[in-house]
């Protein structure tokens, strides 16, 4: 896998992935170019999150809705991305970024885990654009998400990059039917997804299924570990760490 995707395969193992960026209650919000700074002045990795605009950008941003992060209502795919940039997020002066100009941000300097918020029967126009701005991107990167279909998608349309399928937690969400539930957390769509590494929640560790593809060479990394005790209670199971809210 090394001769495959480079300095980004070992860069999955090493060092820690900053959960949303560098983020803090007193400090830069959480996906805001401020906390990917703040990251790659650290020596962290970092995780983000994508959405698709009204207009077909993509924008880095976790929650489909923008109420908790900007105090307004509506969801964020019912906003151009000019109307975006004027939204500033928590309280601060930070704006709403695009992936583009966060990549222009990070260059080389941090491992990005840019997850895809795709949403079921939705696969296509979010993978297509965030390929066209990461085709151009030099430094190291993933894709990352919780839908199999969009890793299907990357692995029949772009091979060559790398991929990590994110775990649904054992209990089911709402928008989920529970026999769907039960063969997610038994990481039953990893055929269909063909990712090259895992990235599973705390509750589904260590995951038996997970460690007969870990011992076949497909690395785990757990997320979201909020406290040192948290990853060490886990460690020996992973490869990797995506954290918040401690010095990792």
Wanted: proline share 6%; with cysteine; aromatic share 8%.
């Amino acid at each position: 896998m090394r001769d495959r995707f480079g300095d980004a395969w070992d860069l999955l193992f090493h060092p820690p992935v900053a959960h949303r960026g560098l983020w803090s209650p007193d400090g830069p919000p959480e996906n805001s170019l401020g906390a990917f700074h703040a990251a790659c002045a650290a020596g962290y990795g970092i995780e983000l999150d994508v959405h698709l605009s009204s207009d077909g950008e993509a924008v880095v941003f976790h929650d489909d809705t923008l109420k908790r992060m900007t105090g307004l209502e509506g969801r964020i795919r019912d906003r151009t991305v000019a109307e975006l940039a004027e939204i500033r997020l928590a309280g601060s002066d930070e704006k709403i970024p695009t992936l583009l100009e966060t990549l222009a941000l990070i260059g080389r300097r941090a491992m990005v885990h840019v997850e895809l918020k795709t949403a079921f029967g939705e696969v296509g126009p979010l993978e297509t654009r965030v390929h066209e701005i990461i085709a151009d991107h030099a430094g190291p990167l993933c894709v990352i998400g919780f839908n199999p279909y969009s890793h299907a998608w990357y692995a029949d349309h772009y091979p060559g990059v790398l991929r990590g399928l994110d775990s649904w937690s054992w209990e089911r969400p709402a928008s989920m039917a529970e026999s769907q539930r039960k063969a997610y957390a038994q990481l039953e769509q990893v055929e269909l997804a063909r990712p090259h590494f895992l990235a599973l929640g705390l509750d589904v560790l260590p995951h038996p299924r997970a460690q007969e593809l870990r011992a076949q060479g497909m690395p785990v990394v757990a997320w979201t570990v909020r406290k040192p005790e948290q990853w060490d209670a886990v460690k020996d199971h992973c490869d990797n760490l995506i954290f918040e809210g401690f010095a990792a």
